[in-house]
Structure formats: C-alpha cells, structure tokens
C-alpha cells in the first residue's frame, strides 16, 4: 500500500498549531516550513506536502525563486555530483538504487494557479543540462522588497542507496536535503553583494549546503515498528490505527531538517545538566579569557538523543562523553547551544561511510565501528567536530557551497583544542581485513599493494608501533603533506581533489587558527571567535567577517600575515640555513647565523642561539627578506640556533630546518639507522620463512 | 605409486614430533654457526641499502639537532617518519637482494645438512654450494610468490565478492569475522603454498633423484600424509619468529641508557642479536623440515 500524504487543510492547521520555541524566538525566519509526509521504506519513498513561507529579505522585487532538488544529484549518472564523483553512479546502478525528486506542483497558498509549468532548472555552476538539481520557478508577480510569499508544494521523492550524505541501506534510511528547498537570497550589501543576488547551487561532488533560518514543523507518517529520530523536538506520537505512526517534529530557528528511521535503532537519552557538567572554576577561567563575567557565560541544559544499533551498545559512553564536552566547550566559548534537544544518530555499518560524519541543524550523524580501539581517538573526533557544527554552520549559516573553509576549519579548529585539552594524543591504526593494527613507525610499501601481506607483515614486525598523536600533529602531517595545491577560499567544487578539499578547509584553516593563538594569544581569538558567532548568529557571514573579528579582537591588523595562507597557496617556511662560531678575543665569540625565508609567507620571528654555557640569546627578524644575516656575541662558543624558538609557526612546512647545530652529533643519526636496520632484517627473515 | 603410511605413522601427527624435530633443528643450527652466521649475513646485506639510505638521511639531518625520540616542536616523531619514510624504491633493491641472498644460502645449508648433518659446513663450501644450487631453487622460490601473489589476488577478488554479500548482513561482528576469517584463510593458503614449495625443496635437495616437478609432488604428497607436522612446524617456525621479534622490540626502549652514543650502540646490538637469533631459528627450521621429512620416510622413494 502506498501512504498518502495528509490533505493540504490538515497541513495548515499543524501549521496553525505550531507551538512557539521555549523561550521565543531567536531570530526573524526567512524561510519556514510546514512538512506533511509520508513514507514507506519499502520503496525508500516519500510522498510529501509542504507549506513554505518565504520572505523577500532584499530592497528589491522578486520574480522567481530558485529550489533546491537536490535528490536529483542521484537521479542518474549524469548529473553533476555522478560527473564529479567516482564509483558513485557504478554502485546505484549496480543496486537499482537511483534516488530523485519530483515535484507534483507548486500553488500560491489560499487557491493560487499552479507554477509547476514554469518551473525550468538552471545550472549555474557548469552549464551541465542534464543536472536537475537546482530549479527556478517564475512568481505570477513580482515579491515586493520584504514581502512575504506562502506557497504548496507536492512532491515525491526517492531516497537513493546511500552514497552521499542521505540515502537507505537495507532497513536504515537517512533522509537529507529531502524535499523541495529555497535558495539563499542575498541582499545588496551582505557578503559583498551590490544587488540581491540568488546563491544557490547545484548539487556538487563536495559540496554541502547553505540556506536561510526557518522554523520547521514536520509530521513524518511512517510505519510503527522505525525508530525516528529528527531534526528539533518530537512534540507528538500518534499512532494512525492502520499500523503507522505519525511523528511530529518542531524547530524554530533552523536552516534544515533532516531525519532517520530505522527498525533496529536503538534510542537512549541523556540530559546535559549545564550545573552539573560546568563547574564554578571552569566558568571562571573561560570569563577570565573573554574577559565576561562568569553568569554571560551560563549554559543552558540539553536533552542528548543517541540512537544506535545494539553493535554500538558498548561505545555508548565513549559517545556521551565526549557530546557533553563539546556542549560545554563550544557553549563557553562561543555561546550556549539554544535548542532543548541535540540527536546523534550512529549509521549502521553499510550506511556509516555515506552518512556518518554529517551534520544537520540539532542533528548530528557520526562514523563508528564496533571494533574502535579505546585509544583510537574515534568516535570522540567526530562527535565533537560534528556537534561543532551546531555553532560554526548551524547557528552562524556560512555558505558551505563557497566557503566550506569556515563551518570547516572551526569545528576543527575547536575539536584539536578540545580533543587535545581532554584526551590528550591518540593512537594511529593502520585496518588490515577489518581489524585495526596498530600503525608501525615505518612502513613497507612496495608501490601497488597486490597482497595485502606484506604491508601486514609491515604492521606486525618489530612492534615498532608509531607514537601517538595529538590532533595538532595530525592536522600538520595532512597539511605538510600536501600544503600547495589550492588555496583556501576557493569555492567547494573547484578543489583539484577530494584530498585538496581536505586540505584547505579541515587542516588548513586549523593550523591557521593556532597559529593565530601564537601570535596574538588565545584569549584574543577566543574573544575574536564569540565575536564572530555573536555578530552573525542566524546570519551568513563571510571570510572577511571573521578576519575583521578576530582584528578587533587581536587590536592589530593580521591581513598580512592571513592573505598569503588563506588566499594563496604560500607556504611558510623559516630556515636556519648556515651558522658560525670564532673566537674574537679573549673569553669571548662571534657567531653568525643565517636565517632563511624558503617559503612565501613573511612572518616576523625571533632567531635564537643557544651558547655552550647554557645562556641563551634572541634577536627578532621581520622575515621579510630571502635571507638575513644575525650576529651575536658571547662568553661561550654557540652551540645551535633557532628560528621560531617558541614553535608559533605552526603551518612550518619544514620544522626541521628550523634548527642548526655548531657541531652535528651523530649518536642520533646512528640510533635511528640502527632501529630501521633491525626492522628490516626482522621483515626479511620473517619473509624467509616462507620462501 | 606411493604407498599409504603404516597408521603408526599417522598417529605420529598427534605426538611430540614438531617440538622434537624443532629442537633437533635447533640443535643441528647451533652445531653449523656458520650457517647461522651466513643467514644473518644474508639479511644484514639485504638490509642494508634501505637501512643505508635511512641513516643517510638521519645523518643529513644531525645538522638541524634531529633527534629519533620526537621531532622538533613534540610533533610526536612524525618528523622522523617523514626522514626515512619513503624509501620505495631501496625497499626494493633490499627485498631482491635478500631474496638472491637467502635462497642461494638456505638453499646451500640444506644440501650440506643433507649430505653430512656431522661434518660443520664451511663458508666457501656453503658459497659454491648456493651458487651451484641457485638456479633450480630461484625458479622454485618464483613459484612460491606466484602462488602467493595468485592468492592475494584470488583474496582481493573474494574480498570484493564478500563485501558485496556482506552488504545483505545485518551484524556489524559477523561481517567483521567473515571478512578477517577470509584474510586469516588467505594466510593459510600461504602458508599451505609456502609448505609444499619448501619440501619440494628438501626432496629436491636431499632426494635421491632431483627434479623440480618431482618434487613438488612430493611436496603434495607430505602434506597430504602428515598435514598437521608439516604445517605445525611451519606454524611454529612463524610463532617463535614473531615471538623473538616481540620480545627484541620490546627490550630497547626500556634499556636505562641515556640518548647519545650509548644509546645508539645498545639499539644497534639488541636489533643484531635479535636478527643473529632469527636467522638461527630459520637455519633451524630448514634444519628440522629436513629431519621431518626423514623421520616421515618421505624420502622413501615411489614404486
């Protein structure tokens, strides 16, 4: 049987019956639903009426509107996201899994004529025809400048196996980005618009998404054995008599809705208890550093839906503890989370590399496997990162499509800081036929792995495991390995790769955050970020707001330094090239060292030389020029020399260079060779013993 | 055709016989140092352009203050990885070297033990011995890793089949044992592969008519009487060499010497003691494969 959506009157009086959020709203909605939809798993459809008020925010008339459809990137393998990815259209093809959206019509509310006819799709991004995932309706007349337009939408829509962020997996379904949904439209004067201007996009390989502030009220009708878990708060279950259930969900204040269902999920709930989980001592300090007074800074309580399958049961604890410390963290720093509810839904194995790790307005999806060692790291990392969202695209609605670099690399940011403050470094595992093996210090790699032994046998020889790592580390080993292909603030889909994507917007901006701690204090960028979150909350900034706020914050001007990272792919890269010690007199020495720009960015620095008797002197060097010459002159012969003594260069693409000593001792050198040899001979032998 | 062994013979299988023939082994390795000696030289030369190109690097880097403990700035030795991380193209070199080096050696420690277990072997015989014998024991060698490379691709493409079955499996644990049990099955043809080649080679070297084929059948046939000696010893054989490995690595960093000189020697002699004991337990396996396959009466030649 298929369902049926409920009729249009029913919708509006849920409409009608929307309860407000407690404590009022936060912030004048732009664009509001009103979602009746029923679905069934059986054939991962949904059939869905929606009521959507939208408000012209701009000076000028509007004539049409721009929808997002983007189901439709699963339509077949040609749209844009098949084109841009790849394996993607080979597995729903091979699963009969293809996704879509169709819209039945679009109607004026109150008795308007149907816009469904006019209604053509635009690819604004590559003129590719055969994407259906962005599409412009024509209005009858004009939106006057700050009107408000309410219209129906029918629609049907498929969820497609889940490759990409949404999608099923046998009884699993994870409904994202999910119906019919208006485009952004910026007015002249908001991210350096001179006229209003539509940001909308295609549906991209990488992209993520953008959209405006709402408030949501959702009836999902679904069978009654799924666990629904969604987007803001269940205020109703009732069951249909005819063996489904209709859930509703309420949010105000949100630029999404997203939701899962599934039969075997398992839900347990938690409250953050903000009294409880802050202590006085904590409050204080982080009031000390924004320089507020501790009741600013009060938190509020969170009830934490964690919905998983039972495989997960065991790593229940691992995933609360570390949701509760992002609340806490992110809500001191940056503002206390202001909805009553957050849902972490856990994906089932064969979904969690499309859907794990993604977050939705109140709503987060992580990655975890069962077999996670305690010290892998994981799933605290994504937990705290994807509940990070909450703030940095959630609350503060950046454009993901052109500057995935903000939400990106704050919710990285803000993780390293975290992860780093509370569980100190985690350990690397190399997973070798589904079981993790703890990563060795040095690895065999003989070009194209045709067997899978001997990097096994690389992973089990010597137990020379590598050492764990902070976030930091891990940050800096993506970045250095990579660090000029693109540059940061580049729009999502124009990264060179998946790899490049990562790069600029996760551990490139990063690094550049620490660096910035270095440079003008941690107190200053704290103080430079809530600035931010505060001035643009429920807003969508830019780059540059964020560069201007951590300015004001800083009392000085860091274009400079920041352009050359963020705009271009200049490394930075200080060097103690050369350095000389002679005897000038009696009991006294002259030394010379070179120091060295190898990079493009020009960062002033400190160059130090360290003297055999234990004294230590510093000279600053503006590190503008290629290369500089600095003398000292001491009591003892120098010893070694050091460029950015105090490690604030953090994006230091060669920190080995950053130190030269008078006279290299060789003892190290030795040991390490030595340490490789015995490893080597180790894989040898064992090799022996099959040959 | 080859007669059934008596069932005494099979009830062998269940008694004492892998520890004794490994102890004989052992026994036989301590005898023959200099074949101990050959073998660890054999791994020590194929070590060495890797662990040459590593220590080139180290060494270039002594100038910036490296230290193999931690990078600059506590990036957790990741500095250190990234020295001697990418050294592919000498892993070959090493790898090849060791193969040509270790077969002609094994090889030629197998003939002498074969023809006088008593007599220790000298370095020139076991040199003539190797060279003599490398031909016929490369080409066996080669199929071995053909048969092992055959294999991993035959588990790659079972891998890929079992994924796409795997997606029909609720249970995150049953699909994580069904897919280590593959890579754990795949071992074990390995190692079935790897056994047969390897008393292909004793018959080849000890029998009393050699030939490649033949012993390969002969191989096959060992396996098939006595399955569990042939295979215990070689799982033993794998057992005390990742347990020698195990406690070796275990054993530097607790040394209370401080970094410098000191340290580096103490690093450099736990790592050659540990590869001198493993190229003996090796000698004594190949030494212990011989005196099983006696023991076996493989040797016995087929009507």
Not at chain 1, 536 to 551: Q, S
Request: with cysteine; aromatic share 8%; charged share 20%.
């Amino acid at each position: 049987m298929i369902p049926r959506p409920l009729p249009v009157l029913a919708l509006a009086a849920l409409a009608a019956a929307s309860a407000p959020a407690q404590g009022g709203r936060l912030t004048e909605p732009v664009a509001s639903y009103t979602i009746a939809a029923s679905f069934d798993p059986g054939t991962h459809t949904i059939h869905g009426h929606e009521l959507v008020t939208w408000r012209n925010r701009s000076l000028a008339p509007v004539r049409e509107l721009r929808l997002h459809l983007y189901l439709n990137a699963f339509r077949d393998s040609q749209s844009t996201f098949m084109r841009e990815t790849e394996g993607n259209a080979e597995t729903l093809a091979g699963t009969g899994g293809w996704g879509s959206i169709e819209v039945g019509s679009i109607r004026i509310a109150d008795g308007g004529p149907d816009l469904r006819p006019g209604m053509r799709f635009i690819q604004p991004d590559d003129g590719n025809l055969d994407d259906a995932t962005l599409a412009a309706v024509a209005l009858p007349a004009p939106l006057p400048a700050g009107g408000t337009i309410r219209f129906e939408v029918e629609f049907t829509a498929r969820l497609p196996r889940a490759v990409k962020r949404t999608g099923y997996w046998k009884d699993f379904h994870f409904a994202g980005q999910w119906f019919p949904k208006v485009g952004v439209l910026e007015p002249a004067g908001e991210r350096g618009r001179v006229a209003a201007t539509w940001s909308a996009r295609q549906y991209h390989g990488q992209t993520e998404f953008y959209a405006d502030h709402g408030d949501y009220d959702v009836t999902l009708t679904v069978p009654a054995d799924l666990v629904v878990g969604a987007t803001g708060r269940r205020v109703e279950q009732r069951p249909l008599g005819d063996g489904r259930v209709a859930h509703r969900f309420i949010q105000e204040d949100v630029h999404d809705f997203a939701w899962a269902a599934d039969p075997r999920l398992e839900e347990n709930d938690r409250v953050f208890e903000a009294k409880r989980e802050v202590s006085a001592e904590e409050l204080r300090q982080v009031a000390d550093l924004l320089g507020r007074s501790p009741q600013s800074l009060q938190l509020s309580d969170v009830r934490v839906r964690l919905l998983t399958r039972p495989e997960l049961r065991h790593h229940q604890e691992r995933i609360f503890r570390a949701a509760f410390l992002a609340l806490e963290s992110y809500g001191l720093w940056y503002g206390a989370y202001p909805y009553e509810q957050l849902t972490i839904v856990v994906p089932p194995r064969g979904a969690r590399n499309a859907v794990g790790g993604m977050e939705h307005p109140t709503l987060v999806t992580i990655e975890e496997n069962p077999w996670n060692p305690a010290d892998s790291g994981d799933p605290e990392m994504l937990t705290v990162h994807e509940i990070g969202h909450q703030w940095w695209y959630g609350l503060v609605a950046n454009d993901e499509v052109t500057e995935p670099w903000l939400d990106e690399g704050l919710a990285t940011y803000t993780t390293t800081r975290i992860l780093d403050r509370v569980y100190g470094p985690s350990s690397g595992y190399d997973w070798t036929w589904g079981i993790p093996l703890p990563a060795p210090r040095y690895a065999l790699r003989l070009g194209p792995p045709i067997v899978e032994l001997l990097p096994l046998l690389g992973s089990v020889v010597g137990g020379r495991y590598e050492s764990p790592r902070t976030q930091l580390a891990s940050a800096w080993r993506s970045y250095a390995a990579a660090p000029r292909v693109d540059p940061v603030r580049t729009g999502s889909w124009r990264y060179r790769n998946r790899s490049s994507y990562f790069v600029s917007n996760y551990w490139k901006p990063t690094l550049v955050f620490h660096l910035l701690e270095r440079e003008v204090g941690d107190a200053a960028v704290l103080r430079g970020l809530r600035t931010f979150q505060e001035r643009h909350r429920f807003g969508h900034p830019t780059g540059d707001d964020i560069l201007l706020a951590l300015e004001e914050a800083a009392g000085r001007e860091l274009r400079s330094l920041l352009d050359p990272l963020l705009l271009r792919t200049d490394t930075l890269d200080h060097a103690i090239a050369d350095v000389r010690t002679e005897r000038s007199g009696a009991g006294s020495f002259t030394s010379r060292v070179e120091v060295r720009r190898l990079g493009g960015v020009a960062a002033p620095t400190t160059v130090e030389a360290m003297f055999a008797d234990g004294t230590a002197q510093s000279r600053p060097w503006d590190g503008s020029a290629p290369w500089a010459f600095v003398e000292f002159s001491s009591t003892a012969p120098l010893e070694r020399a050091r460029v950015d003594p105090q490690g604030a260069f953090v994006l230091d693409v060669a920190p080995s260079n950053n130190v030269r000593v008078a006279s290299p001792r060789r003892a190290p050198a030795v040991a390490g060779g030595s340490d490789y040899l015995g490893w080597f001979q180790s894989l040898l032998l064992l090799i022996g013993g099959v040959i | 055709m080859v007669p059934e062994p008596p069932a005494s013979d099979r009830r062998r299988d269940l008694s004492l016989l892998v520890p004794s023939v490994l102890v004989a082994g052992l026994r036989l390795a301590a005898r023959h140092w200099t074949l101990v000696l050959a073998a660890y030289v054999a791994s020590l030369v194929g070590a060495f352009v890797p662990a040459a190109a590593a220590v080139r690097a180290l060494l270039a880097s002594t100038a910036n203050g490296f230290t193999p403990a931690a990078g600059p700035r506590g990036l957790e030795g990741a500095l250190a990885q990234g020295l001697i991380g990418d050294l592919h193209f000498e892993q070959w070199i090493g790898l090849v070297t060791f193969a040509v080096l270790w077969i002609g050696t094994t090889g030629g420690a197998l003939a002498h033990l074969a023809r006088d277990g008593r007599r220790p072997a000298s370095l020139g015989s076991l040199a003539c011995d190797g060279a003599r014998l490398l031909p016929p024991l490369l080409v066996m060698s080669a199929l071995t890793v053909a048969a092992a490379v055959a294999l991993g691709l035959a588990h790659a493409s079972m891998e890929g089949r079992l994924a796409t079955r795997l997606e029909l499996w609720e249970g995150e644990r049953a699909a994580a044992v069904a897919r280590a049990g593959l890579g754990v099955a795949f071992l074990g043809a390995v190692a079935v592969a790897s056994t047969v080649m390897r008393y292909a080679r004793v018959d080849y070297l000890a029998g009393p008519d050699p030939g490649i084929v033949r012993g390969i059948a002969a191989g096959l046939r060992i396996l098939r009487r006595h399955p569990a000696s042939v295979l215990g010893l070689q799982a033993a054989s794998w057992a005390c060499g990742l347990l020698l490995i195990a406690a070796f690595s275990w054993l530097p960093p607790r040394v209370p010497v401080e970094a410098g000189l000191g340290r580096a020697m103490v690093v450099l002699a736990v790592g050659q003691a540990a590869a001198f004991l493993h190229a003996g337990l090796r000698i004594a396996v190949v030494a212990a494969e011989l005196t099983l396959w006696r023991r076996l009466g493989a040797a016995t030649v087929p009507a």
